[in-house]
């Protein structure tokens, strides 16, 4: 089945420990990318990127990294999180122009 | 800048009634429109897309909607609601569809 894949679903930490959220997608997509769901504020993009070893910011990358060492992985590195990065991610990825992309099902963080 | 604005956030229907969501955007040329839906606890599915030729497009689910230029306007239709589709529902615009920006979004409430 073609998916994207996020883990965890769900994880809460504590401000400042460094965490990893994994996306993996298996259709062989060239661009992925990193949303931050917040209430009334719908979707905003963290990071996307276009191939491998190629990444670029978006809207808000304040406190974010990415890595895109192989095509299907692009984890979302949150180095030192505060609470302000309580949100509900996903990732995302495409096959190209006029596709619309697949969403994984998301990750509810929690920073405390 | 792209832009776009869902101006309804709740829209609540009664079941078998047709649905109307508005969206409308900014782009400099003809652009990439997308309407995508989230059902609780899940990610964005793609419900339909328009980058050119008809400007009505038909989607998945019973969705169509209609581009119109002259007003900068892609609303998403449905003749007849029924219960599962109350969702968060989500406009896009893009110059491709892999760097989106997404509206706001609009809550629908379906009445039995």
């Known amino acids: 089945e073609a998916q994207v894949t996020q883990n965890p679903r769900y994880l809460i930490t504590v401000t400042g420990k460094k965490l990893t959220v994994t996306c993996s997608q298996n259709m062989n997509h060239e661009y992925m990318s990193w949303y931050r769901q917040d209430p009334g504020l719908g979707l905003r993009q963290i990071y996307y990127s276009m191939n491998v070893e190629v990444t670029d910011k978006g809207d808000v990358p304040e406190g974010y990294k990415v890595s895109r060492k192989e095509k299907r992985n692009f984890p979302l590195i949150l180095e030192s999180p505060s609470p302000n990065q309580t949100s509900l991610y996903f990732c995302a990825s495409t096959g190209g122009q006029g596709y619309g992309y697949t969403f994984g099902s998301g990750t509810r963080l929690t920073v405390v | 800048a792209q832009s776009v604005t869902q101006p309804d956030i709740h829209i609540t229907v009664s079941e078998g009634a047709s649905l109307e969501l508005r969206c409308n955007y900014s782009?400099?040329?003809?652009?990439?429109l997308f309407w995508y839906v989230q059902s609780p606890g899940q990610g964005l599915q793609l419900l339909l897309k328009?980058?050119?030729?008809?400007?009505l497009v038909q989607g998945i689910k019973g969705f169509e909607a209609e581009f119109k230029r002259s007003q900068s306007s892609f609303n998403l239709r449905k003749p007849s609601v029924h219960w599962s589709d109350a969702a968060e529902y989500f406009c896009a615009v893009g110059a491709g569809s892999y760097i989106p920006t997404f509206g706001r979004g609009t809550s629908l409430i379906v009445h039995p």
């Open positions: 328009y980058f050119s030729g008809d400007t």
């Open positions: 782009y400099g040329a003809t652009p990439y």
